[in-house]
Nanobody, 117 residues
Framework: QVHVLQTGGGAAQPGGSLRLGCGTS?????????IGWYRHTGSQRELVASI??????NYGDSVKGRFTISRDFDSDIVMLKMNNLKPEDTATYYCNVEGPPGVFDSWGPGTQVTVAS
């Protein structure tokens, strides 16, 4: 079983910055597909940012220009740099890792991000 590992998060003031990291327990064992960050606010799940194997990125409208996703293709570690944080960014953030088709599609345990004065 492949485990998704998450690091970072925590609390910040509005306008501040935080960083999230995502990796897997199977580093190097599988060719990974798209890796993305999602957040849950209430009952809604929202795409924050994703990056595929070609390096193509995709961002949710609410974070464009503020968040940056990057990927180390040797280690398949993905970083999400969150700048100019707003209170509405407060949520639990989950990393999703797509493995080879039909092999796995795994989620991390969640990391809380709180933005408040």
């Amino acid at each position: 079983q492949v485990h998704v590992l998450q690091t970072g998060g925590g609390a910040a003031q509005p306008g501040g910055s935080l960083r999230l990291g995502c990796g897997t327990s199977s580093s190097g064992a599988f060719i990974l597909g798209t890796i993305g960050w999602y957040r849950h606010t209430g009952s809604q799940r929202e795409l924050v940012a994703s990056i595929d194997r070609s390096g193509t990125t995709n961002y949710g409208d609410s974070v464009k220009g503020r968040f940056t996703i990057s990927r180390d293709f040797d280690s398949d570690i993905v970083m999400l740099k969150m700048n100019n944080l707003k209170p509405e960014d407060t949520a639990t953030y989950y990393c999703n890792v797509e493995g080879p088709p039909g092999v796995f599609d795994s989620w991390g345990p969640g990391t809380q991000v709180t933005v408040a004065s």
